[in-house]
């Protein structure tokens, strides 16, 4: 079995030293001209873009039209589902346990949730993957269980339940430790750990110890009627039929639900929010969420790189390198929307974009990336 490889990254530097870049009004420009374009690509669904630096959002645009009719024109206050960025907020709880002594990232997994015994086919020989492993993306875990999906329809209230049931059809696809595999069930799993470790479901923990102290008021796992007054229209583009558009009705989505998926990409949210998360992520959240070491920390933890060696995933973040440019950060993608978040951690900033369209010919990655650049390229080394 080859070697765990491992993509570096700058570690953090704490808030006391970082200062947030000050970007002038050329930056917007570029930023809403890439954006334009991007969008302009296909013109599907719609596109909200932001640039943090430092504690505060100081830009953001919208593209397109939150409804299907194209009646109402996205906002800052349009609400998307992000997906996979849910898988941060699934981090920083590990990091908020194990800080208050709850847990240590070292645990295996079955200390706090025996169940994932359930799970097939971990190599003879091998040590049950820990809460780190499950984390970093290096637990062994296939990507999602082997059913047909079926495990990813159900109610958002009962996702546990549709995680016990998906247990005994995932398997180990490599040894736990020994190399990145992303894993959507590996996070569940690591959620109902930290859940079982805090004493409280999961989503109430979230609520309570991350979304309201962040001031994360327009987003939430459950579609209530406010957020589904503000929410996109998923459009998916069919890349066999080309001529065809599907559209994501979330709403019917959410009452079908997704599964097991809820704690690792059932997050609705809004560009403004998503701009808080990512702050926080920057040093510049409000205190008592973590400590800024234990924050600091997290980016000491090894990045476990795929083959390429250009992308890798951390404790709760995706790593990205082009050339001598790094960035963290996460993706999104999910039943007609997808999302990227890109941040430097050591100059204070970051990029956010939410777009409620799958597939076409805009892409919300290649976005957050050409932004990232031309915001990087004007700072001082």
């Not at 954006?35 to 397109?64: Q, R």
């Not at 780190?132 to 009962?158: F, N």
């Amino acid at each position: 079995m080859p070697p765990l490889a491992l993509l570096a990254i700058p570690a953090a530097i704490l808030l006391d030293t970082v200062r947030p870049p000050v970007l002038g009004p050329e930056i917007f420009r570029a930023a809403d001209s890439i954006a334009a374009a991007e969008f302009a690509k296909d013109s599907l669904g719609s596109i909200s873009v932001g640039i943090v630096s430092g504690p505060a959002l100081v830009w953001t645009a919208s593209y397109g039209f939150e409804d299907r009719a194209r009646t109402r024109p996205a906002t800052p206050a349009t609400v998307y589902r992000v997906a996979s960025l849910t898988k941060q907020l699934t981090a920083i709880m590990l990091l908020q346990l194990a800080e208050a002594g709850r847990l240590q990232l070292s645990d295996p997994a079955e200390r706090w949730l025996p169940e994932i015994r359930r799970v097939r086919g971990r190599p003879p020989g091998s040590a049950p993957p820990t809460l780190v492993q499950l984390a970093t993306m290096t637990s062994g875990l296939a990507r999602d269980p082997d059913d047909g999906r079926r495990s990813q329809r159900g109610l958002p209230a009962e996702w546990e339940r549709s995680l016990a049931a998906a247990l005994p059809a995932t398997s180990y696809a490599a040894p736990p430790g020994t190399r990145y595999r992303y894993s959507n069930i590996g996070y569940a799993i690591l959620a109902a750990a930290l859940a079982r470790a805090s004493g409280e479901r999961y989503v109430p923990w979230v609520e309570r110890h991350l979304l309201r102290p962040l001031g994360m008021s327009g987003s939430g796992f459950e579609l209530t009627p406010a957020l589904a007054g503000r929410l996109a229209t998923g459009v998916d583009w069919d890349e066999l039929l080309p001529d065809t558009l599907n559209y994501a009705d979330a709403a019917e989505d959410h009452r079908t639900g997704l599964g097991f998926g809820v704690a690792s990409g059932g997050l609705y949210s809004t560009v403004g929010d998503v701009a808080k998360l990512v702050a926080f992520e920057l040093g510049f959240g409000p205190a008592g969420i973590l400590r800024p070491e234990t924050l600091a920390a997290r980016e000491t933890v090894p990045v476990a790189a795929a083959a390429s060696l250009d992308y890798g995933y951390g404790l709760g973040f995706q790593a990205y390198r082009w050339g001598d440019v790094t960035a963290a950060g996460h993706s999104g993608n999910l039943a007609g929307y997808t999302a990227q978040v890109m941040y430097d951690t050591r100059r204070g900033f970051g990029v956010i974009v939410l777009r409620s369209a799958a597939g076409g010919q805009a892409d919300a990655g290649r976005l957050a990336v050409r932004v990232f650049r031309r915001i990087r390229a004007a700072l001082p080394e």
